[in-house]
């Protein structure tokens, strides 16, 4: 019943602190656009305003950080079933070990892709201001790495939980281990797809240039 009763306090809490954010918000721009203000809620300018620098960084960041973290935890769920029914079927401790790996290489596909993108990082004269193209750098940077750290996150998911499965039912049949390898195969190409989208959105990215 206690547990029941801290579930509903935390919704009711969320969806209260939700609908006062909300409040604000609408205020705020009721306000302004009442008083004549209303271009202030330029999403244009404000992106404008922010470095094209930094929409690479955080692109980058993204592209390495969240494939690292889909990879160890793919590691995690597969190891710890692995060690588990290792215990029970020592046989199964070797050959699963294949599980690992795919999930290790979808923290590879995150470093690649990070180096990739960092080769269009160059250092200019932003007193000047910044051009068209390096804006468009900076944004297509930001969403490829997104895109690819994503597609690794959910990638690193799918095959730990397939080689969970698949060292669980190799312990019970082996004749189930190449089976269940297929559909943990077919899991892992996911990065494999987040990592083409990366380069399709960053393809006609230039080097920063600065205005010249």
């Known amino acids: 019943m206690g547990a029941v009763y801290s579930y509903s306090y935390s919704s009711y809490a969320r969806n209260l602190l939700g609908a006062t954010i909300a409040s604000l918000a609408v205020w705020a721009g009721l306000y302004l656009l009442l008083t004549g203000r209303g271009e202030r809620f330029n999403v244009g300018g404000y992106l404008l305003r922010i470095s094209p620098y930094m929409w690479a960084l955080y692109g980058i960041s993204f592209c390495i950080g969240l494939s690292v973290v889909g990879a160890a935890w793919g590691i995690f769920i597969a190891g710890s079933s692995i060690l588990g029914g290792a215990v029970r079927t020592p046989r199964i401790a070797t050959k699963n070990l294949i599980s690992i790996i795919f999930c290790e290489v979808v923290a590879i596909y995150g470093v690649i892709m990070a180096i990739v993108f960092s080769a269009k990082i160059q250092a200019v004269n932003s007193s000047s201001g910044f051009s068209r193209s390096d804006y468009y750098t900076g944004f297509s ?39 269940i390898l297929v559909i943990e195969i077919f ?10 989208v990366g380069l399709l959105v960053t393809g006609k990215a230039e080097d920063f240039a600065g205005v010249i």
């Open 187 to 196: 899991g892992s190409v996911i990065g494999l797809f987040g990592l083409i």
């Open 141 to 179: 940077l930001f969403w490829g790495g997104l895109a690819v750290g994503l597609s690794n996150l959910i990638c690193g998911l799918a095959v730990g939980i397939t080689g969970s499965n698949a060292a669980v039912a190799d312990a019970h049949d082996q004749q189930l281990f190449v089976k």
